[in-house]
């Protein structure tokens, strides 16, 4: 029976402490709020390369039956362009 009792006694000494941690820590994160608590903003600039579609006109040159015998036209693509987007980004 004295083993029994010890065991509990020690069960619910844990379980005093784990909650009187847990108060603790979240008193502690409340605590840093308000206006006694300076924040510090830092502001970096994050350069990506994004792709886009561009129309472009293409050069084409094809036989054909006049002097010269080579024939001009032009036909329009559709091309993937990669672009260079700068943006400034806040973190606290």
Partial sequence: MQHHLNYSRLQSCEAVSI???V???ISH???LRGDNVC???ESY???ETVPRNQ???VLTRQWCLEIPPRCT???TEIKEVFVKQVSSITDT
Wanted: aromatic share 24%; glycine share 0%; hydrophobic share 45%.
């Fill in 55 to 57: 129309t472009v006109q």
């Fill in 29 to 31: 994160v409340y605590s």
């Fill in 39 to 41: 924040y510090l903003y």
């Fill in 73 to 75: 036209s032009y036909r």
């Fill in 19 to 21: 909650l009187l941690t």
């Fill in 23 to 25: 108060f603790l820590l």
């Fill in 45 to 47: 600039i994050e350069t």
